[in-house]
């Protein structure tokens, strides 16, 4: 698809058929492109966790409680680990949420490319996935995603609300 076809048709999906995994070929194409976004020192400070365990998957979805989130056959979970995102020096920012950002819109790209729903969520509880998951003590979860089709009766939106470029664009 052309990359601007590409961002022009990726949408936030709020409709999953339970019965259709992605398969696994799909998911390392869509793994591979997080594996290659960029991140600050290019310290990569990253996990991405595919949960489509039965077992797993009840635990994790407990953090979300939206019914179209239940019917998700797996869920992407990209977290980190802040010690070893880059800190710039000067006033002691830390990358770990830009670079977590970067590579989730890597994840949710590849999957739109794939046909492969998605929808960013981190309005999640933190406190659930921390006794649903292995995190380590230095370890947090920037935000999740279901992965899978629609169902069958889904339609697309394809209209995008943005504001013009006249009014978020300044020339210097």
């Known amino acids: 698809m052309d990359f601007a076809a590409l961002i022009r048709s990726r949408e936030s999906v709020r409709s999953y058929d339970p019965e259709r995994p992605v398969p696994r070929e799909v998911l390392m194409r869509i ?18 966790c595919v949960v489509q365990s039965p077992a797993v998957l009840a635990r994790v979805r407990l953090c979300y409680s939206k019914p179209w989130f239940q019917q998700a056959p797996q869920i992407l979970i990209v977290k980190g680990r802040r010690k070893e995102a880059w800190t710039r020096s000067y006033d002691g920012y830390n990358a770990l949420e830009t670079d977590l950002t970067i590579v989730m819109d890597h994840l949710i790209l590849a999957a739109e490319n794939e046909g492969v ?33 629609p169902l069958a009766d889904y339609q697309k939106k394809g209209i995008k609300t943005r504001k013009p470029l006249d009014q978020i664009i300044a020339w210097m």
């Open 31 to 48: 793994l591979e492109a997080g594996r290659l976004a960029p991140s600050a020192a290019n310290r990569q400070p990253w996990t991405l």
């Open 117 to 149: 729903a998605t929808c960013w969520i981190a309005a999640f509880d933190p406190a659930v996935l921390k006794t649903a998951l292995p995190l380590s003590e230095d370890e947090q979860v920037f935000a999740l995603t279901p992965l899978g089709y």
